[in-house]
């Protein structure tokens, strides 16, 4: 009776339902639409950032053109441009003017490392200026003899390290390096890229540290591309995730997960060494002081005995070439008076100049990047004393009296301490 009554009322509700059900397909329409949208621009702002930082096919071109036409050579360049049995591998770049590829070298393994601009000097908040093509292999000249090269070389050593250590030594080990094939003479292209690489400040303190355990070794150049030896572990700590997932995850919750993906504390301890090592290997050596200026997890790696190795050595500089630089810096507070993430010096009010003597050693840097690492699961009966000692080393400063008598104090009980829990591990 009703239906007869009210014949549209039966109709209603399936109208209804129609409605409800075009309304939930326009909203999941919506989302999937605006989800890929999303996808898209992210992997497009991905895929810009990586055609930015990893250039490698670009830095290739420019080094074999120069090889083809005879203005470089170098012990890797038959194999990069000629040969083709030297590959560039995974990109590491974290900056356009720097590249890192992992590579492999015939049946090696190896790192690649290419400057895609030219060398940046010891500035301050001041961009690298763009690479000249032209004139980045200009020196030295045509008609150059070896004994002239020499001199050049040595000029820059005085420039860069002082009167310090035997220079002509150093000259010497240079030229044997630039003699890339090896027939006992440097020819023109051979001394132009080993001019180029002696321009770069890891490069001059590879050669420095070539023979100490924690510097990755040299295996060959070509221009002022360079190759050295792959190590397994390229951070500290941490694990590599894939890029989608590094944007979710909170920068503060990241660093605590990265605590979680560590070797054991034997193996933590015995890397821990290798990097106090290294802190003596370039404090007041033969070659002066060299100062860490970037003290990061990224940028120690350490091999599959856990022996320490150096990933990335750009901001360890000369203290007094560093000195030099920073003297004339203007600055407003101490805020203006850094170098790196780590080379502090102070604001000196009175002149409105950064002072010259920076405020941390390397060996507190080292600590202060050590300690939760060697903390978080260490023994219990030696964790009250390596936190005294870690703190104790934290503390130090240049400027204290008898500096070098505490630093070496500190850093032989740090190193006596974690050596005596571990030497009777399989992992010393």
């Not at 000249?141 to 002082?162: C, D, I, N, P």
């Not at 023109?188 to 890229?193: I, N, Q």
């Not at 990933?311 to 500089?317: F, N, S, T």
């Given at each position: ?53 990893c ?82 292999f ?34 010497n ?30 490069f ?55 605590q ?39 940028n ?10 150096m ?7 000369p203290?007094?070439?560093?000195k ?34 920076v ?13 939760d ?56």
């Open positions: 009776m009703a239906r007869r009554l009210f014949p549209g009322a039966w109709l209603r509700k399936p109208h209804s339902a129609q409605v409800r059900l075009s309304y939930v397909r326009i909203k999941y329409l919506f989302i999937s639409w605006l989800v890929v949208f999303v996808g898209s621009w992210i992997m497009y702002v991905q895929y810009s950032t990586y055609t930015e930082l250039r490698g096919h670009d830095c290739r071109k420019i080094i074999c053109d120069k090889y083809k036409t005879g203005v470089i050579d170098g012990s890797a360049c038959s194999s990069l441009c000629a040969k083709e049995t030297l590959y560039f591998g995974k990109c590491l770049s974290t900056k356009p003017n720097n590249q890192i590829y992992l590579g492999i070298w015939g049946n090696l393994q190896s790192v690649i490392k290419c400057q895609m601009e030219e060398a940046a000097q010891l500035d301050f908040g001041t961009d690298p200026e763009p690479r000249k093509e032209i004139v980045l200009d020196k030295p000249t045509r008609g150059t003899t070896v004994e002239k090269f020499k001199e050049m070389v040595y000029g820059l050593f005085k420039a860069k390290l002082g009167e310090q250590g035997n220079l002509s030594e150093l000259v080990l240079i030229l044997s390096f630039a003699d890339g094939n090896k027939d006992g003479r440097v020819s023109l292209p051979e001394a132009k890229s080993a001019w180029a690489l002696l321009q770069l400040e890891e001059l303190l590879m050669v420095i540290l070539q023979d100490k355990e924690h510097t990755p070794k040299l295996m060959g150049f070509c221009g002022d591309l360079y190759v050295t030896e792959r190590v397994e572990y390229t951070s500290l700590y941490g694990i590599s995730l894939p890029w989608i997932i590094e944007l979710l995850i909170p920068s503060g919750f990241r660093r605590s997960m990265d979680w993906f560590t070797p054991s504390w034997p193996r933590k301890a015995k890397i821990a060494i290798g990097l106090l090592e290294f802190v003596e290997d370039i404090f007041h050596g033969p070659y002066g002081n060299f100062l860490m200026c970037d003290t990061s997890a990224k120690l790696g350490y091999n599959d005995k856990y022996d320490l190795k990933m990335d050595m750009r901001k360890i500089v203290e007094i070439n560093l030099e630089i920073i003297k004339d810096r203007q600055c407003d507070s101490d805020l203006d008076c850094v170098y790196g993430t780590d080379c502090r010096t102070l604001c000196d009010q009175s002149k409105m100049r950064c002072t010259t003597e405020i941390q050693p390397n060996l507190a840097k080292a600590c202060q990047l050590l300690k690492y060697l903390l978080r699961g260490a023994p219990s009966d030696i964790h009250e004393e390596l936190e005294k000692q870690l703190y104790l080393c934290i503390a130090l400063k240049v400027t204290a009296n008898q500096m070098e008598m505490e630093h070496s104090l500190i850093l032989n009980n740090l190193k006596t301490l974690l050596w005596k829990k571990i030497s009777h591990t399989n992992d010393s």
